[in-house]
């Protein structure tokens, strides 16, 4: 993807936290192959010797004087695949009305501050950004999620306000041998609306404690501050100076700006930073931060001197354990990789939108290969799944064939890919010998999702699911054969049956009940394993073999009888929500956008044969959790009724992700929340029942 960046500054990470975030996000995009131009306001207070990035390695980056000066890179605005303007950027309004008009692809806007910027909006300060432009950006990306998301939509008409959170590079922010300095520190820029904190949490205990050691970090405190004698004071610290800092305290403390705990869901830089550290971190208290960061676990709440003190208190042993913890969050859910992903997904249904308004010219697709197109096979492809994997093959602009018997795929799901010229469907079950039309073509790229995947669906007619998993499996086994296609076996976390072991890595081979009624399906699913990694052995065909865990997200059939789907059908239409058992059994749930993104993962993956890969998400949640969560998001008055426990339904259910993180770079990106808000919406609009009201925002959205 080409993307040019207009922000306020990557060169100068001096009295600001945009260089330090623009910096993590634009690398790890870089290394997922993007070709980005940061464009960049010249400014005396970000030049000299305030400049400590100027020439970077992961994008190239040019100044440019003023508006005028600005004019001589609308070529390139022009041809990018996509632009995006930061808050904060001198004469923000203006450039952002020349990038709409110069810009072909979408043009979003990327708010480090949105709950700033939503106030100096209603005082009618239109520094960077004015309201009527929030409907006008293809998307708006906002540091700040939960409720502000939704008043972006409904209040400023945004078509696509997304979070997008800082991040931390676990592997510049680490844990270092360092002795400890201090037992608290803070780092951040003076902030009037902050300072009453910071006096709260950690002026007021050093006054206190004249035996601990404290530290604050950063410019442009006033002179008339009055500093205990135990606060040491750093007028400025690189930010390659961030790790030792955190590193040297015990413990740091984190103080959000007045607007954005009043949004709440806003987490800082210096959050994620100081985790990444596995350094214990004391913060203020907000909306939202429950759903980043475990309180007593992962993280220490503080509203007065007592909770500071008490937290101060911890021993060396328990301080360790809580910043460990912290490290192993942000590893799983908020690295640079983690943001990329978000910002990839994204970027490329904005361009999707905007394609299908214009439909003058096929998709400019952000993730193009850097070769030929490709011509590719997708059985099963008007499924759930396989649909929303059609359109993302379609994006990187390449021919698809989809093939379906429609037992349980559905040609709605096919909406957006029916009207695209390098789209194929092919009514046929793989069961069969393969048509002409199919056993005639010649294919790069064979994905098989071909197989009922819910219980009812695929126990209604056990022998066929067998032979779809089996015949149909051989069927495309051999036409990858002839055709010298790469091959993708889409396998299942049912090949594990009910575990022993927990979580399940791919070397498990699990316990299943062969004779069972759930057999058809998972002995089918081993059987189709065997004849896929058989035939790599015997050099037929390049193969490779994912072990899907379960997934949600829009087109999930609500009458299919998994477990997303009946709770969200159920809530939104206030009937009983059934739970079988007591509901105390636990599921892993990723969303359909980072699983397909973990198909083409391995699909591309040149290595040699990695074996079973798990894909899934690794949070585990209960039944009843769920429950709670999507009656929270709905704002439903359903009664959970319960039903006795289906045979063999699994007691537990997390993958073992470690193989796929290593292998493929691949973690699942979206949050529960966002991804149930997303999913109720859908299934809320395909009933027929949309409120008059738009459903509330998920916590931590």
Known sequence: MRIVVLGLSLASSWGNGHAVTYRALLKAMAARGHDILFLEREVAWYAGDHRDLPEPDFCRLHFYQDLQDLKRFAGVVHGADAVIIGSYVPDGVAVGRWAKA????????????TPVTLARLARGDREYLGPEQISEYDVYFSFTGGPTLERLEREFGSPAARALFCSADPEAYRPLETAKRWDLSYLGTYSEDRQPTLERLLIEPARRMPERRFVVAGPQYPTDIDWPANVERIEHLAPADHPAFYNASRFTLNVTRADMIEAGHSPS?????????????????????????????????????????AALSASDEQARAMGAAAR???????????????????????????????????????????????????????????????????????????????????????????????????HHDIVQPLPASLAEREFDEIYNLACAASPPLYQADPEHTMLTSVMGTLHLLRLAERTNARFLLTSTSEIYGDPEVHPQPETYRGNVNPTGPRACYDEGKRAAETLSFDYDRMGKAVVRVCRIFNTYGPRLSAADGRVVSNVVSQALSERDITVFGDGSQTRSFCYVDDMVGGLIALMAYEGAQPGPINLGNPVELTVNELVETVLKLTGSRSQVVRRPLPIDDPRRRRPDIDKAAEVLDWRPATPLEEGLRLTARWFDAEAGHLRNDPLPEAVGA
């Open 269 to 309: 830089i210096r959050l994620f930073e100081a985790a990444a550290c596995a350094t214990p971190v004391i913060s203020d208290v907000w909306k939202g931060l429950d759903q980043l960061f475990t309180p007593g676990e992962e993280i220490v709440l503080a509203r007065s001197f007592e909770d500071v003190e």
């Open 328 to 426: 192993r969050r942000i590893l799983a859910a908020h690295t640079p990789v983690h943001r990329a992903q978000t910002l990839e997904r994204e970027l490329a249904a904005a361009i999707r939108r905007k394609d299908m308004i214009r439909q003058e010219r096929p998709m400019q697709t952000p993730f193009a290969a850097p070769h030929a197109a490709k011509t590719i096979l997708v059985a099963g492809g008007a499924g759930f799944l396989g649909s929303h994997l059609c359109d993302r093959l379609l994006d990187q602009g390449h021919r698809v064939v989809c093939v379906d018997n429609l037992l349980t795929g559905d040609m709605a799901n096919l909406e957006h890919a029916r009207n695209r010229p390098n789209f194929e469907f092919i």
């Open 102 to 113: 110069a810009a072909r692809g979408p043009v979003a806007f990327y708010d480090i501050d």
